[in-house]
């Protein structure tokens, strides 16, 4: 290799033979190229080295150890030989998705001051099955959340790490860390004051099998091994002179650890006790507690046979039906139990404005609490004649169910499936769903994510028949009197979270703008930091609105909608965007083209790689702006299909039949 790489990607490898393949190929399928791949086979016995010297890539250097040396002493050898300006770290039974190192050296190259970056991973068992996140990771959003979360445990994930060369040879990993070697080398460097940055998406399969090290490091005693971690590292610090409010926190941390692992002598629930007592508002508790003791004996209470259970009152879509629902059978004088904490007051006025609230979210975290709460609940409606129970998204409500006497009508919502690897009300639900008389989906996907579900899970199909569709509404303007703008105005309106992929807008925002389009991009909403530092300058946030008609306004003026979700099941944004007239440019997911059809009324962009979405959105916005005359035939389209089918008179008509006749 006569010039040298930008990257160096170091694998040490030791008896993998039966994932290795996978590893090597996803490194070498990697849209960025300009990389060397230092592969060492430390000493295995088994044929990982047959495997590696099985691919004929020039990019590959391969370096055999006749004897174990250990994982440590391996990759700080490869440290030594790497001649890239980064260094991307890499284990011999993960899979990296094909855009990480094209993503990554994208931010290193960008951002100077910044010595490494991170990104999420998703868990794989040894059938390559997604079986979940790592928590700790998946909430270390920021540089910021980093530093917030290191001293209490590891949340970087060692093989999604691109490295500046110089830092890594720099630091090295500290042999006296066996298993935990990256975190003490991610609290050396958060000592020492270099910078980090968290590249939000998932880039990495993350594997977990019996002889992984996350699962053995699991099996020594949590809180001892981290403990003993922290200890180490902050010792390593005192040696060298070096003591700081961080290394403080960590040793703070350290003790905490110790003690938690003389309870669990005591009692395995002593600690999940002590966390909620520390971190639980009291007066919050207190309050809610209250609120159910009202209910208990509250008049009001006897006047109705309608129950609602829904986790929140917060800006969002699905909280926004809700209200709309409540709204249906106001007159039947509802009570709402808010079973989540919400963020924001939100729709709260809405909700109360249509019945009688109940907040009792903090009690949820507390089994003895939670279990008075349905208690006192059930006792209440088994008293009333008739009654009739309707959740959405809540845990309580199928919890509640078993307690509730059998002739109580109990329906439920489903908005949408959430991804396979999580938990939710699809999956909650089921150990009630014969309990169910009604279960209401909002698109036609959902109703087949059932069917699937059903056979997965033994569940008689004749259940299916009880699932029925009801279209959520918006208003309609009587006319769609949407004028173009000489400057292109495209927005994103709703939450930051993952799925969302808010940071792709950021990206096709930049992309854009660069290529000289006259257009503005406009962000609703709170986004947390979901943007890129190098795309903020792209983007005007505006933050989170509530003022119904400040929303208005914002779509009295937009030209389109970006939507570039990874999953979905048909967002009240795209309705509330239709009924305004504006084009809609989504990732086709959920159930978003029973709705759209890609060229008639809005433009729907295929799912797959990142790098494509960006490229396809950019296109389509760029196709607008010189085709003005498309862009107006797509609006009125728009428009018209929400006039005939977002119909409230209908949704209000179902609503009512199916809860009070």
């Not at 709705?595 to 960006?614: C, D, F, H, V, Y």
Request: aromatic share 10%; net charge neutral.
């Amino acid at each position: 290799m006569p010039n040298k790489p930008k990257v160096t990607v170091l694998m040490a490898v030791y008896n993998s033979e039966k994932y290795l393949k996978q590893a090597i190929s996803s490194i070498l399928e990697q849209t960025f190229s300009d990389f060397e791949f230092i592969i060492i086979n430390d000493g295995s016995t088994d044929n990982s080295m047959t495997i590696i010297q099985s691919y004929s890539d020039e990019r590959i250097r391969f370096i055999n150890n006749s004897l174990n040396r250990g994982v440590i002493k391996t990759v700080n050898d490869g440290i030594d030989l790497a001649q890239g300006e980064y260094i991307a770290r890499m284990d011999s039974d993960d899979i990296c998705l094909p855009e990480r190192l094209e993503k990554q050296v994208g931010i290193l190259d960008a951002m100077p001051e910044i010595a490494m970056v991170s990104a999420n991973v998703v868990l794989i068992n040894t059938e390559n099955e997604e079986i979940g996140f790592w928590d700790s990771n998946i909430n270390a959003k920021t540089g910021k959340y980093i530093y917030r979360l290191l001293p209490k445990d590891n949340c970087i994930a060692n093989p999604t790490v691109l490295i500046r060369s110089s830092t890594l040879k720099k630091y090295r990993y500290n042999e006296n860390q066996k298993s935990s070697e990256d975190w003490d080398l991610w609290l050396r460097m958060a000592s020492a004051g270099e910078k980090f940055f968290k590249l939000n998406e998932t880039l990495v399969k993350y594997r977990i099998h019996d002889h992984s090290i996350t699962v053995k490091f699991n099996k020594g005693g949590v809180y001892k091994i981290k403990a003993g971690v922290q200890m180490r590292f902050f010792i390593y610090e005192l040696n060298h002179l070096r003591f700081n409010g961080f290394n403080l926190k960590v040793f703070c941390n350290a003790i905490a650890n110790y003690l938690k692992q003389l309870l669990v002598g005591v009692s395995p629930n002593a600690i999940g006790a002590l966390q909620k007592v520390a971190t639980t508002n009291i007066f919050t508790l207190f309050s809610h507690l209250l609120n159910l003791i009202k209910f208990r004996w509250s008049k009001r209470a006897d006047n109705t046979s309608l129950f609602f259970f829904f986790p929140f009152y917060h800006i969002g879509g699905a909280e926004k039906v809700h209200a709309q629902i409540l709204s249906s059978v106001a007159d039947k004088k509802p009570i709402v139990f808010i079973t989540g904490t919400s963020p924001g007051k939100g729709f709260y006025n809405d909700f109360k404005e249509h019945a009688d609230i109940v907040e009792m979210g903090a009690i949820a975290d507390y089994p003895l609490l939670n279990k008075l709460a349905k208690k006192i609940v059930s006792s209440k409606i088994n008293r009333t004649p008739n009654p009739v129970t309707f959740g959405c998204n809540s845990q309580f409500y199928y919890r509640l169910i078993p307690q509730l006497k059998v002739d109580t009508k109990c329906v439920d919502l489903i908005h949408a499936f959430v991804n396979h690897t999580e938990s939710g009300p699809e999956y909650w639900s089921l150990t009630v769903v014969e309990r169910l008389a009604n279960r209401v989906v909002i698109n036609q996907k959902t109703t087949m994510d059932f069917k699937k579900l059903y056979e997965e899970n033994n569940v008689d199909s004749k259940l299916l028949s009880r699932i029925e569709y009801i279209s959520n509404f918006v208003e309609v303007p009587e006319i769609n009197d949407k004028q173009g703008h000489e400057k292109l105005n495209c927005i994103y309106v709703g939450r930051s979270s993952p799925e969302k992929r808010v940071y792709l807008i950021g990206e096709i925002a930049h992309e854009v703008i660069d290529e000289k389009i006259d257009s503005e991009f406009i962000l609703v909403g709170e986004m947390n930091n979901a943007l890129y530092e190098k795309d903020k300058a792209y983007c005007k946030q505006v933050g989170e609105i509530i003022d119904q008609t400040e929303i208005q306004k914002i779509y009295n003026k937009a030209d389109i909608l970006l939507l570039t979700s990874s999953r979905e099941g048909f967002p009240m944004v795209i309705m509330e965007a239709m009924a305004n007239g504006v084009v809609v440019i989504s990732t086709d997911v959920g159930g978003i083209a029973e709705r759209i059809t890609n060229g008639e009324n809005g433009i729907l962009i295929e799912a797959t790689s990142e790098s494509k979405i960006i490229d396809e959105f950019s296109k389509a916005i760029n196709v607008l702006s010189q085709n003005r005359d498309k862009l107006k035939l797509l609006s009125a389209s728009a428009y018209s299909y929400a006039k005939a089918n977002f119909n409230k008179e209908q949704f209000n008509k179902s609503y009512r039949k199916l809860l009070v006749a």
